[in-house]
């Protein structure tokens, strides 16, 4: 495993995205409140809401994408590590630092540059579900897609100052070693 030292930055932002990260874990308990409720009252009522079908997806949607930036600060996410754990360190923090560089941050801006106009759109024409009962103020979950890409965006700077301080000692002194099987210390 990879470890690599922490900056100044780096630390708040994983400490902050931590603190973020078991707040949004009570996202997981209410959706699965919600899908028992609506399974209880379809089934054994004969009363099926679409407020809880649509109250779900916005439910988990919140977690996925608020959850990339818990996952990617604490190094939990999925790697193909079948090539990865075959590399040197130092080859495995250059192919990190380029993937940062030309991939996720192309990426989470390109995403960013896409969402914001589309929560424009939708709060300009005051959008509501298409469904019969649905749920209104369609902008607000929408909302969620900048808000947790900038968060992805401002761990993943943490993360390049990271392995920026690794290959280059800046900004910060290089104090972790590479050892494998053990956790990297906050």
Known sequence: MLLLPHTRFSRRVDNAVSRFGRYLSVVWLVLLVVIVLNVVMRYLFSEGRIEF?????????????????????????IRVDVVRERLSPQTQAWVEWYGILLLLLPFIILVLCAAVPLVGYSYANSEVSQAPGGLGYRWLIKACLPLSFMLLLVTTIARLSRVSCYLFGWPGERQASTVAGDMESV
């Open 53 to 77: 079908e649509e109250i779900q997806w916005h439910l988990y949607a919140i977690g996925f994408l608020f959850g990339l930036s818990v996952a990617y600060s604490s190094d939990s996410h």
